[in-house]
């Protein structure tokens, strides 16, 4: 059964940080990995797709990586503003089925 | 486009009632979901739905039901509510399996 996990599952860091929120799953036998946003009371906003053949995947300010083998994907955040706090989830998907597995997700606060 | 449009925002139910949460995409995707988000919980998913007329079971799928007659349409009913069924319910879709999936804004439901 695919778990994914997010830890922390709370940070704070000071605007213009450079920040990395960590997701790992235990099925390395991924079809892809989403990174979401979630703003209180919203729905989630996806951010970035990487599909199992990639490694990683940019987005402005953003880039998410992919290490199968390790069972990990990185979500970094580059130059933080205060806009960028939000609930970021990690969510995989494997091969023959339509579930996405979800992690609980890491609660992000830029502090101005 | 309005994306993926869901409906009530907000609703309390009695124990036993029933009701119908609406979801609409216009996006012509023809994939649709419903997923329920618990605090301190991953999101989980409820129904799927492939194209119209076709639906199929996910995690957590009993006391609740889903039709697909055209392909915007993928309303979830409740049947004989539960307290265990108050919950956030989003609804989300995708052109296919592997896609981006775009989620709706949320319903809020509470069984009193």
């Known amino acids: 059964k695919q778990e994914v996990t997010q830890i922390p599952a709370a940070l704070s860091v000071p605007e213009g940080e450079n920040l990395v929120l960590n997701c790992s799953f235990t099925?390395?036998?991924?079809?892809?990995l989403q990174w979401f946003r979630q703003d209180p009371g919203k729905g989630l906003t996806s951010l970035l797709l990487?599909?199992?053949?990639?490694r990683e995947q940019t987005s402005g300010r953003l880039n998410a990586s992919l290490d199968k083998s390790s069972g990990r994907s990185t979500l970094y955040i580059a130059a933080s503003q205060p806009g960028d706090s939000a609930t970021y989830l990690c969510?995989?998907?494997?091969?023959?089925?339509?579930?996405?597995?979800f992690g609980t997700g890491t609660r992000l606060t830029i502090i101005p | 486009n309005a994306g993926v449009t869901q409906t009530p925002k907000f609703r309390i139910l009695k124990i036993g009632q029933s009701m119908t949460l609406q979801c609409a995409q216009d996006?012509?995707?023809?994939?649709m979901y419903w997923y329920r988000q618990d605090p301190g919980m991953g999101l989980k998913l409820i129904y799927y739905?492939?194209?119209?007329?076709?639906?199929d079971k996910g995690e957590v799928p009993n006391g609740y039901n889903v039709s697909r007659s055209t392909t915007e349409d993928f309303p979830l009913r409740l049947e004989l509510a539960a307290p265990s069924q108050t919950s956030v319910y989003f609804c989300?879709?995708?052109?296919?399996?592997?896609?981006?999936?775009?989620f709706g804004e949320g319903s809020w439901l509470t069984v009193v």
């Open positions: 996006m012509n995707h023809n994939y």
């Open positions: 099925d390395s036998a991924i079809y892809n």
């Open positions: 739905s492939v194209g119209a007329g076709i639906t």
């Open positions: 969510a995989v998907s494997v091969f023959g089925n339509e579930k996405l597995t």
């Open positions: 989300a879709s995708s052109y296919y399996r592997g896609n981006t999936i775009y």
């Open positions: 990487i599909q199992s053949s990639q």
